[in-house]
Every structure is written in C-alpha cells, then in structure tokens.
C-alpha cells in the first residue's frame, strides 16, 4: 500500500539536554506581544484541528479523531479551561501487514496531532497568574493524555526516558520527550507447508512527544515506534529452519515483507519529522 519511511536525517529530532521552562517559553514568547494580542479574551466556538505539514503524512491512516478538555484549573478569582482537539493516526503499511500477516487489530507505530486552546487566553490572565505556571499545567496534561492513548493503541508499560528541547517547523522551541513502552503481537502466522506458527511476543516500543506553544494555541504531537525489525520479532517464533521475511514474501507479497523488516530508525526518523510539522 504505501512505502517504507522515506530515509532522512534526524538532525531535526529533539536534542536531549537541561532544560528549563523558561527556555521553552521563549520560543512561545517569540512571537510577541503583537503576536498574541489576536487571542485576548479567548476563541470561540470549536477548537481547530490541527494540521500535520509535512508530506510524510500521506504513508499514515487517521483512525481517529476526539474533543474534550484537556484540564482545568482554578488561578484565584480566574478558571483556565483547556480544550483540545486530536487527530489520531496509524502508519498504513505496517498496520495492513500485520493484519494480513498475523490477524492482528491495528499498528504499533502510531502518530497524535493535538490542539490545545486555552480559555481565557494566556495574555488575558491577571498578573500574577504566569504563562510559565499554565504551561506546566499543559505539559503534565500532555504527557497523561498521551500516555492514555499509547495504552489505547495497545502499548504498555510507558515511561519516559529522556526529557529535552527541540525546534519545530514553525522556529517555536519544544519541550520535548523520549519515553519507552512496550507492544503486545500475538496471533498465528501462515507458513508454506499449511501449518500456522503462534506468535506471543512483547515488542519493545519507542516514543517521541513535544508540546509548545504557537503564540495562539498549545500544540502537542508526537508518535510510537518498534525498537526492532518486526521481522526479527516474528523469527522468534518460527522455527529455526524458518526465515520470517521469506515466509512473509511467500504468504503475502515482497511489499508486505519490506514494511515489516523496515529499520526501526526509520520510523524514529519518520516520527521526529511529523512531530515537528504540526501546525
């Protein structure tokens, strides 16, 4: 159906290091007072979709899509509520090969876009309620909703490994995570003599996430991954005299085989570079 993740350098995945929320803010804050000065007093109506850039989005299959509200919180006399809008998204080729391969319901390398829209805006809050103090707010929710929606594509286990910044597309500057979990593939795989092999096996998983803000909105993306071929994931459980990429060629077509055996980097690569795309 689609292709491999286009090769490409991960020169703009996040780069890990201290941090603080004062660095994050300054890439919201870049835009200006003049920049912000559009959202006084709130949005109204539906909270925008948020759009995915980059062309490598056509290889991916939105599978979902919610509303909701992110938080809130009381600030003295003044209520933040953060509304959010989601896209949800699987990455076609590997989801249709594992479900022609092994029968098996979805994709473990999987994509988010959110908006968040905070209501009052940030620069509509009193003094001493501060843009840094919102964020935080922001970025746990963040990382809780995306935690829910790992375990909602089947990744358990999510713990975040590394936290960063990073510069997106649009010049903001990210707080930026690296978390790992783990995925679940179990189900029978055809082989040439007519027997079936049962595959149980715990696939290793990792996980990018950003969350930064737009000078409108918050924006939240990020993506989940194998840490390992899925072809030497079904080796496992085949037997030794069996190759998982030859039986795959044999059962299904070399296309199917090509987006199991994709290198894991690959898709790191695939995730950093949609994750900084959002808009």
């Known amino acids: 159906m689609g292709e491999a ?39 109204d109506g539906p909270v925008p979709a948020p759009e995915v850039t980059s062309d490598r989005i056509e290889d991916w299959r939105r599978t979902d899509a919610s509303e909701g509200t992110a938080f809130e ?34 994709s473990p390398v999987v994509f988010f876009a959110t908006r968040v829209d905070l209501r009052p805006a940030i620069d509509g809050l009193p003094a001493e309620v501060g843009r840094d103090r919102v964020m935080s707010e922001a970025e746990t929710a963040a990382v809780d909703a995306f935690r829910t ?25 990210a707080t930026a995570w690296r978390l790992t979990g783990a995925h679940a593939i179990d189900g029978a ?3 040439p003599n007519g ?22 909105d918050v924006i939240v993306s990020g993506g989940a991954y194998p840490t390992e071929r899925l072809t030497a994931v079904l080796d496992e459980s ?6 998982a990429e030859t039986v795959v060629r044999r059962v299904a077509d070399a296309e199917t085989a090509e987006a199991l ?12 570079q949609l994750l900084i795309s959002v808009a």
């Not at 055996?261 to 950093?272: I, L, R, Y």
Request: glycine residues 12%; proline residues 5%; hydrophobic residues 40%.
């Open 5 to 43: 993740p286009r090769n490409g350098s991960a020169e703009n995945s996040a780069q890990f290091g201290p941090t603080t929320r004062r660095r994050l803010l300054a890439g919201g804050a870049a835009v200006g007072v003049a920049g912000l000065a559009g959202c006084l007093g709130g949005r």
């Open 73 to 106: 919180q009381s600030y003295g006399p003044v209520t933040v509520r953060a509304l959010e809008r989601t896209r949800i998204f699987e990455y076609a080729p590997v989801a249709d090969a594992l479900a022609e391969i092994v029968d098996a319901d979805g």
């Open 149 to 173: 929606r790992l375990r909602n594509a089947g990744i358990e286990d999510v713990q975040v490994a590394d936290e960063g910044i990073t510069t997106v597309r649009s010049g903001h500057t």
């Open 189 to 191: 795989i055809p082989l």
């Open 195 to 216: 027997t079936t092999a049962e595959i149980d096996r715990r696939l290793e998983i990792g996980a990018r996430l950003g969350v930064w803000h737009d000078g409108t």
């Open 238 to 243: 085949l037997p030794d005299a069996v190759d």
């Open 261 to 272: 055996a994709t290198d894991p980097a690959e898709f790191d690569v695939e995730v950093s």
